[in-house]
Every structure is written in structure tokens, then in C-alpha cells.
T-cell receptor, first 113, second 115 residues
Framework: DAKTTQPPSMDCAEGRAANLPCNHS???????VYWYRQIHSQGPQYIIH???NNETNEMASLIITEDRKSSTLILPHATLRDTAVYYC??????????????FGTGTRLQVTL | EAGVVQSPRYKIIEKKQPVAFWCNPI?????LYWYRQNLGQGPELLIR????????DSQLPKDRFSAERLKGVDSTLKIQPAELGDSAVYLC?????????????FGPGTRLLVL
């Protein structure tokens, strides 16, 4: 699986949009971009995933560049409860019956008042 | 719907002692994962089950770690004997195992401290 690069930490004011970048320059054509987050003392939680088109759900939006070498996770109105470590993962779900996720160290997002 | 259940939540043992962790996946999920998460790191896959078959155990230290998933539902991860370096959070996850692009659902983890 391709590797990803994320900034180790970011701050965001409550109510503002949080934009978390991820570089995945060696991504292959079959690999999807997944985002998970991990709130302190909890297990990781799925947020969103995409292949090439931008995606949006009730939690976030995922913007993937046209060349697919980078992506941005957008939390439109961050709250204190969004404080967590955010993991960007690329994975090919077609290699087996389930996606194999390789977590890096992620981005620690701190939302402040 | 209940999520992935793990027990115990916390465990403190002395080195060389055995320890076991239990996981109950989401009902109907065929795929089950065990991860280990060291402090400040992301989770690392130890073993993946499809029903009762271990299909990926390449990262499981087989000299001291063992796992089983009898009847393809609950799973147990065991360490015997435990070493100081085994202190970590052990996470269980499950997924439906019936299609592509599926997501994984994680339990809260078991925090192990080996003294």
C-alpha cells in the first residue's frame, strides 16, 4: 500500500472549518483514500473515503486532487468534540474481501474556543 | 445496534504472566481484526480473520501471541508470557466482509500494562 504524509498537528478555532491535508504521491489507480479519526481513549472511527471524486457525508467532505496525489479532509464547522488524531490511509480494497488499513501517525487536531 | 465489545478495558500484569483479551464483533460481521497500538503511534494489524479462518497473521509474533475465533464470532487474543514491550492498547475491529470499500468498526480497546 502507498504511504501517506500528514502534518503532525494542527489547531482550529471552534466553529471554523478544519482543513486537514494529506499527501499520497505514490497512490496507485486502484487505491482509495480513507480517513479515520481517534478520539482520546477510544478506538478509531471511520469518517469518509473516496477514489477520485469528491465525497461528502454528514461528518465531513473529502477533496481529492485531479492527479490523486493529495487530498484534504474538511470538517465544515469544527467543535471541541472534533479534537482527535486524524489518519489518512490509502488502501486497495480489491486485494481481499476487506480493506487492509495501514495507519501512520496521523494529524493531531486541537479545536480551541 | 451494539458496537464492537472488548474486555477487559484495562489490565495490569507482571512480566512473564499470561494475559488474554476478548472481542465480540458487530453481529453479522464476518471479518475480525486485532490491532496493537503503541503510545503515540497508529494501530498496527496483528491478525485478520475471515469467519473462523486466519487469513493474515504475518504480523503476529507467533512465539508468544496466539489468537482464535471459534465459530466465527467471538475472538480471543492471548500473550504468553508477556514482556515489558507488550504494553500497548489492543484494539479489535470488525467489518461485514461481504463487499468492497467496506469500513472497519473499532472497539474501545484493552489497555495493557506489563510491569
Amino acid at each position: 500500500d502507498a504511504k501517506t504524509t500528514q502534518p503532525p498537528s494542527m489547531d482550529c478555532a471552534e466553529g471554523r472549518a478544519a482543513n486537514l491535508p494529506c499527501n499520497h504521491s505514490t497512490i496507485s489507480g486502484n487505491e482509495y483514500v480513507y480517513w479515520y479519526r481517534q478520539i482520546h481513549s477510544q478506538g478509531p472511527q471511520y469518517i469518509i473515503h473516496g477514489l477520485k471524486n469528491n465525497e461528502t457525508n454528514e461528518m465531513a467532505s473529502l477533496i481529492i486532487t485531479e492527479d490523486r496525489k493529495s487530498s484534504t479532509l474538511i470538517l465544515p464547522h469544527a467543535t471541541l468534540r472534533d479534537t482527535a488524531v486524524y489518519y489518512c490511509i490509502v488502501s486497495d480494497p480489491h486485494t481481499g474481501t476487506a480493506s487492509k488499513l495501514t495507519f501512520g501517525t496521523g494529524t493531531r487536531l486541537q479545536v480551541t474556543l | 445496534e451494539a458496537g464492537v465489545v472488548q474486555s477487559p478495558r484495562y489490565k495490569i500484569i507482571e512480566k512473564k504472566q499470561p494475559v488474554a483479551f476478548w472481542c465480540n464483533p458487530i453481529s453479522g460481521h464476518n471479518t475480525l481484526y486485532w490491532y496493537r497500538q503503541n503510545l503515540g503511534q497508529g494501530p498496527e494489524l496483528l491478525i485478520r480473520y475471515e469467519n473462523e479462518e486466519a487469513v493474515d497473521d504475518s504480523q503476529l509474533p507467533k512465539d508468544r501471541f496466539s489468537a482464535e475465533r471459534l465459530k466465527g464470532v467471538d475472538s480471543t487474543l492471548k500473550i504468553q508470557p508477556a514482556e515489558l514491550g507488550d504494553s500497548a492498547v489492543y484494539l479489535c475491529a470488525s467489518s461485514p466482509g461481504q463487499g468492497e470499500e467496506e469500513t472497519q468498526y473499532f472497539g474501545p480497546g484493552t489497555r495493557l500494562l506489563v510491569l
